[in-house]
């Protein structure tokens, strides 16, 4: 198999831009669905979380201590759980953990853009209280640990495996670049959102995407674990 390898590196050509499109001067399938996996990751918020976490802590009554340490603890939540994915990527494949984390995200997100739609607005902020808060509290920490053991690791390594040789450098690269222009909008919007409608419209949204993630992974994704790399479309 190394043989192999060796022989299609030394024997593909460089990659060009132009081996991403089709004769329609389309993206083919396989670089489209890599770019929709990369634009998905960001759409479902995971940066806002982290961007403008004090806006979610503050509304469930954090001094500005404890949302500085909340944050920390989130971060590293996100950082530990990736050792999940690690511990589970070969053994239930990468399809199956991304679909898992859709799942478990637009639950999340969802809880979360139902219990601000019923926030109190105290001086202009929403306000959570009781159990409300708590499920604020936990959901988001949920969706934090959920994107950490899926999407956050697994896209990476999906992308990584899902290209041939040929295209893998220039695809890789498109969609590195795709997934940086979806998290500025995402980072861009959220605020114009947070003062039009609240909270509750902009984590609905990012839910919705969630959603859309695990049907995106379901019809469009091939499971890439055990396959060699110079037999990927």
Not at 171 to 195: D, K, Q, Y
Request: glycine share 8%; charged share 10%; net charge neutral.
């Amino acid at each position: 198999m190394i043989a192999r390898i060796q022989h299609s590196l030394e024997n593909t050509d460089h990659g060009r831009w132009t081996d991403l499109l089709d004769r329609k001067n389309l993206l083919v399938p396989v670089v489209w669905t890599g770019v929709m996996l990369a634009i998905f990751q960001q759409f479902v918020g995971i940066n806002v979380i982290f961007y403008y976490s004090s806006v979610l802590w503050r509304a469930v009554g954090f001094s500005t201590t404890d949302i500085l340490i909340v944050t920390v603890i989130t971060s590293l939540t996100n950082v530990v759980t990736t050792f999940v994915a690690i511990l589970f990527i070969d053994r239930i494949g990468r399809k199956p953990l991304l679909l898992i984390g859709s799942v478990v995200m637009t639950l999340t997100l969802g809880s979360m853009s139902w219990v601000f739609a019923g926030a109190a607005v105290v001086n202009g902020a929403p306000q959570l209280v009781g159990m409300a808060a708590v499920v604020a509290l936990l959901a988001a920490n949920l969706f934090v640990f959920a994107f950490g053991f899926s999407w956050g690791p697994v896209m990476w390594v999906m992308l990584g495996e899902m290209f041939n040789n040929r295209i893998r450098a220039v695809a890789l690269g498109l969609c590195a670049m795709v997934n940086w222009i979806a998290n500025w909008f995402i980072a861009r919007t959220f605020p114009p959102l947070l003062e039009a409608s609240g909270p509750a419209l902009a984590y609905g949204l990012y839910a919705t995407a969630a959603a859309i993630s695990f049907f995106l992974v379901l019809f469009f994704v091939r499971e890439t674990s055990g396959k060699e790399l110079e037999d990927m479309a």
